[in-house]
């Protein structure tokens, strides 16, 4: 055949008929036949009603003769028109197989020339073992476990060549009823009628059921699941085979009456084929063929000469008619299919964010997140509540709240419980225990659903944290403390007279302000407690890959947090030394004012306890009114010099100083702990582990580091080329149902 004689009939096939619609379908099997339901041809049957001979009649493919091989698992067999013959043999993994089994199997690929029914049985037989199931020379797998008889994987088969039509059959496993001993199993039935089912749901799938013609139609088990997947029974067409089987008149007839239409119900009709028996192993297709025309031909058969439905001819006619009427009806349908799919996909990559192969995309990934993540931090600081969803319902996340909530217990608990013993006269509220300030705190963060630091959910604050309740309550002395000053006075008493000396103060002080020490690391633990909480929840929400967040937290952050949050308590404890250790000293005129009013108070309350009340006349210009006071006699008045210079006086004074020192004192520190050691250093300082994880933090990352927490891991890597694969298939697909390509 010369070339140009051959183009010619390559162009004049390509304008017969409805080529290019079936070429447009075919193309979006390629780019999409396993996503997306296309219009196509199944052929389904009971096991040997001739499925793959009508398939053979349909696309001029031949299966090898010992073709119990083939009904293991769907065979697509595509026609395509190209100027070289040629048959491409693959394999199109089932959806839900792992990825490394999808990978395997797409390394199955054959090419070949020439068809002999030699290689053809080669072919078969390794495509079985591709798909990991029985064959003729394996039955069981490398660990000695019985290998399946049924695959779901779709063994593809391409039929290339200038004679060819374009052209798609789908061949099911045929169903059956009784399982073989050694070959299938009770197993076996179910799942190849539930894979029929599945090939026959779509309402985009021709159904081409095959049924001998020597039984009734009205018996057949796949003309009802037929109805059940196709209920209105508009894409179902039955074809009936071996008519030459059916010898009795009585079938003839019933097989004659479904032909012209007089029996049955299907919308489509009833076909009836003759192809090769058994007997006919030696016969080529066209052989088979001609044996059929004359066949029919003949009586009670050629009573059917006029109905268009005897002969593979007129079915395949027929066939490719109604796919192409399918197809038309649905390419509206489709496209709106396509273009949602493709929109689906590409958010979906969107969601995955860029790729990751290389440093820059690695550091502008993890800067994204670290920027997200100050985000939430500066938001969470300044109770800028609005600027984040996620605050709506994660009060614990709404940092600076809590932390003000913890900043107010500390300060009341350092009024009602921070002294040893309660000063006299004094008005604060009464001591809680320390169980108590502990249950409230809890109990606070239980509703904003902050872990407690005694379920075990951080373990990585265990150590700085370790828990120091026991001691608190060790330390409650009790006892007056007029007693215990006196007690000191007696003790360390010098030679001076009615004076004591300035370190008595010093020694006073600390034996009354021990149990800061203790209060005060409890809280700075629920602030670390509270902040560590915030980071776990903020990086959980700022950086969604998981293997990416515990390889930045266990391999960078966690270390730096836990330095910073011990450097927060060795802070706390520097101030308390400062405030404990060190001589007293203030320059606030509160501790004046304070010891005045109190030294005076106690002169008032003397002259009141000597004196006796009376009430005086008072008269100013010319109105004259009545005032109460207290009057000293000049014997009440030296009692009164001598009352104020006895030890017990300077004992009171010492307690007064130690008092007015105490209260100055214990608000300095309480402020100085929350503007330093919580305001600073857990919060806003820079050194803060709020602050850790930052944009100079990734910038400062190395080449290494940078791969080993933000290299995509293999999985992610495929499911992006997946999806972009996935994403330029569903594009080109659009276009030929736009008809552009
Ligand atoms: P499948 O199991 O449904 O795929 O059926 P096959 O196409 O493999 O056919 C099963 C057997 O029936 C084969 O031996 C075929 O040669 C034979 N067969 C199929 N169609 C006819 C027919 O029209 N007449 C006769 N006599 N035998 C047929
Ligand atoms: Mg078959």
């Known amino acids: 055949m010369g070339s140009i004689e051959e183009s010619t009939m390559f162009e004049e096939k390509s304008s017969f008929g409805n080529l290019s619609i079936l070429t447009k379908v075919d193309k979006l099997r390629e780019l999409i036949g396993t996503k997306v339901a296309l219009p196509q041809l199944v052929v389904v049957g009971d096991q040997s009603s001739g499925k793959s001979s009508v398939l053979e009649g349909l696309t001029h493919f031949g299966f090898p003769r010992d073709a119990e091989l083939c009904t293991r698992y769907a065979t697509q067999i595509t026609c395509r028109r190209e100027k070289e013959d040629s048959i491409n043999v693959s394999i199109i993994p ?255 990559l969107n969601k995955m964010g860029p790729s990751r192969a290389h440093q820059h995309t690695q550091r502008a990934y993890l800067n994204k997140i670290s920027e997200a993540f100050q985000a939430l931090v500066r938001d969470s600081l300044n109770a800028y509540y609005t600027g984040n969803k996620i605050f709506d319902d994660r009060h614990d996340l709404r940092l600076i709240t809590r932390i003000v909530e913890v900043n107010e217990i500390y300060s009341d608990t350092m009024l009602t419980n921070g002294h040893t013993r309660p000063f006299s006269s004094d008005s604060i509220p009464e001591e809680k225990s320390i169980a108590e300030v502990r249950t409230a705190v809890v109990n606070a963060d239980r509703t904003h659903m902050i872990p407690s630091p005694d379920d075990g959910t951080y373990p990585e604050l265990e150590e700085i944290l370790d828990d120091s309740l026991e001691e608190i309550e060790e330390i409650s002395a009790e006892g007056d403390i007029m007693d215990y000053i006196a007690g000191v006075y007696r003790d360390s008493r010098g030679q001076d007279l009615g004076t004591f000396g300035g370190a008595l103060v010093s020694t006073m002080f600390k034996e009354q302000s021990k149990k800061w020490r203790y209060i005060t690391l409890d809280y700075v633990k629920r602030v670390i407690w509270t902040v560590h909480h915030f980071i776990v929840e903020a990086i959980k929400e700022t950086c969604p890959d998981k293997r990416v967040r515990d390889e930045l937290w266990n391999g960078y952050l966690l270390e730096e947090l836990q330095d910073a949050y011990r450097q927060a308590i060795n802070h706390m404890m520097l101030l308390l030394e400062i405030e404990q250790e060190g001589p007293p000293l203030t320059l606030n005129h509160y501790f004046n004012e304070a010891l005045q009013r109190a030294q005076s108070g106690r002169l008032v309350a003397a002259i009141r306890e000597l004196g006796a009340e009376r009430a005086f006349s008072v008269t100013e210009g010319n109105k004259t009114h009545v005032e109460k006071g207290v009057f000293l006699n000049d014997a009440q008045m030296n009692n009164l010099s001598f009352n104020m210079a006895n030890s017990e006086h300077v004992q009171e004074y010492m307690h007064d100083i130690l008092k007015s020192y105490y209260k100055v004192s214990r608000k300095r520190f309480v402020d100085v702990v929350c503007q330093q050691v919580v305001n600073f250093r857990l919060l806003q300082g820079k050194c803060s582990p709020l602050k850790i994880f930052n944009t100079e933090m990734v910038l400062d990352l190395t080449e290494e580091q940078l791969d080993a927490i933000a290299a995509e891991d293999i999985p992610v890597k495929r499911r992006r080329e997946k999806l972009g694969q996935d994403i330029a298939n569903f594009q080109e697909a659009l276009k030929v149902l736009k008809g552009s390509a």
Do not use: C
Request: charged fraction near 30%.
């Open 94 to 348: 089932h959806n839900d197989a792992s990825s490394s089994e999808q990978a395997r199997i797409k390394k199955f690929h054959h090419s070949l020339k020439a068809i002999t029914p030699e290689n053809l049985a080669q072919l078969f037989t390794e495509a079985n073992e591709a798909m990991g199931i029985k064959s003729s020379t394996k039955t069981t797998s490398p660990n000695g476990t019985a290998l399946p008889a049924f695959s779901e994987h779709i063994l593809k088969i391409e039929k290339l060549g200038p004679e060819e039509d374009h052209f798609t059959v789908i061949d099911v496993p045929g169903i059956f009823r009784k399982e073989t001993e050694g070959i299938t199993t009770e197993a076996d039935i179910e799942l190849v009628r539930n894979m029929v089912k599945n090939y026959m749901k779509d309402r985009r799938t021709i159904i081409l059921a095959i049924m001998p013609s020597n039984v009734d139609p009205a018996t057949q088990e796949i003309l009802k699941l037929a109805k059940e997947a196709d209920p209105s029974m508009t894409r179902t067409m039955a074809v009936l085979t071996k008519p030459d089987l059916a010898i009795e008149r009585v079938m003839q007839q019933i097989a004659i009456d479904h032909v012209i239409g007089r029996r049955g119900d299907l919308l489509l009709g009833y076909y009836i084929v003759k192809n090769r028996g058994p007997d006919d192993a030696h016969k080529t297709l066209r052989q088979g063929q001609a044996d059929e025309k004359k066949f029919f031909s003949q009586a009670p058969w050629s009573s059917l000469r006029n109905t268009e439905r005897a002969g593979m001819e007129a079915l395949k006619k027929r066939v490719r008619e109604l796919l192409v009427e399918l197809i038309k009806k649905e390419f509206p349908k489709l496209k709106a299919d396509v273009a949602r799919e493709l929109s689906a996909l590409r958010s979906e």
